[in-house]
C-alpha cells in the first residue's frame, strides 16, 4: 500500500461548475503528479508538484489548475468544468529513488 | 518530446499461451517502466530498465531493454487469467527528469 487516497473516488457534475479533487499521502514524498487517462491518448501528465507550493505544468494543462499547501495533499481544480474535462484522473507519488506509485483514481463525468 | 508506441493494442490469448508486448521510442530511453492496470483500477508498479540491453524477470513476465535504448518488450509465459489488465510503458525524457511519459497502452485478455 502505497499510502495514496483520491476523493472522491466518483462524481458527476455539470458543465460550467467548479470541480476539485484531491490526493492526500501519508508518506510526506516531495514529488506528487496528476494524470489524466482516456481511450486512445492512454495517461497524460496534467501538473506536477517537487515541494510545498511548488508546482509545474505538464502536457495538458490548459484549464486546470493545482496547489500544494501541505506536503501530503495536491488539489486538482477545474474552475468551470467541460464536457472534453470528463475522464479518470490519477495522482501519483514518487518515492526518493524509487518508481511512481498511483492512487486508485477518481472517475469524473461532466454533463 | 518523446513519443512511446505501444504494440499491439490489444491481445487476446488462451490460457497457457506466451505473449509478447512491444514498447518503442521516438528517442533514446533514460528509463523505461512497466506497469499493469485492472478495469477500474490504479497502476501497479512492474519493473524499470535502464541500462541497454537490461533483462529483469519477475514471477512469469519478462522484460528487456535493446541495446540501442529505444525498444522494450514485456515477455509473459504460460498466461493466466490473473495476467488479464492493461499494460503501459512509461518513460523518462531524459537524465534528471521525473516525468514520465506513457505508451497508450496494451489490452490483455487470457481466455481459460
Known amino acids: 500500500d502505497a499510502g495514496i487516497t483520491q476523493s472522491p473516488r466518483h462524481k458527476v457534475t455539470e458543465t460550467g461548475t467548479p470541480v476539485t479533487l484531491r490526493c492526500h499521502q501519508t508518506e510526506n514524498h516531495r514529488y506528487m503528479y496528476w494524470y489524466r487517462q482516456d481511450p486512445g491518448h492512454g495517461l497524460r501528465l496534467i501538473h506536477y508538484?517537487?515541494?510545498?507550493?511548488?508546482?509545474d505544468k505538464g502536457e495538458v494543462s490548459d484549464g486546470y489548475s493545482v496547489s500544494r499547501s501541505k506536503t501530503e495533499d495536491f488539489l486538482l481544480t477545474l474552475e468551470s468544468a467541460t464536457s472534453s474535462q470528463t475522464s479518470v484522473y490519477f495522482c501519483?507519488?514518487?518515492?526518493?529513488?524509487?518508481?511512481?506509485?498511483f492512487g486508485d483514481g477518481t472517475r469524473l463525468s461532466i454533463l | 518530446s518523446q513519443e512511446l508506441e505501444q504494440s499491439p493494442q490489444s491481445l487476446i490469448v488462451q490460457e497457457g499461451k506466451n505473449l509478447t508486448i512491444n514498447c518503442t521510442s521516438s528517442?533514446?530511453?533514460?528509463?523505461l517502466y512497466w506497469y499493469k492496470q485492472k478495469y477500474g483500477e490504479g497502476l501497479i508498479f512492474l519493473m524499470m530498465?535502464?541500462?541497454?540491453?537490461e533483462e529483469k524477470s519477475h514471477e512469469k513476465i519478462t522484460a528487456k531493454l535493446d541495446e540501442k535504448k529505444q525498444q522494450s518488450s514485456l515477455h509473459i509465459t504460460a498466461s493466466q487469467p490473473s495476467h488479464a489488465g492493461i499494460y503501459l510503458c512509461?518513460?523518462?525524457?531524459?537524465?534528471?527528469?521525473?516525468?514520465?511519459?506513457f505508451g497508450k497502452g496494451t489490452k490483455l485478455s487470457v481466455i481459460p
Open positions: 508538484s517537487y515541494g510545498v507550493k511548488d508546482t
Open positions: 530498465l535502464q541500462k541497454g540491453g
Open positions: 512509461g518513460a523518462l525524457p531524459g537524465a534528471g527528469s521525473y516525468q514520465l511519459t
Open positions: 528517442k533514446t530511453l533514460y528509463g
Open positions: 501519483a507519488i514518487r518515492p526518493e529513488g524509487q518508481p511512481q506509485h
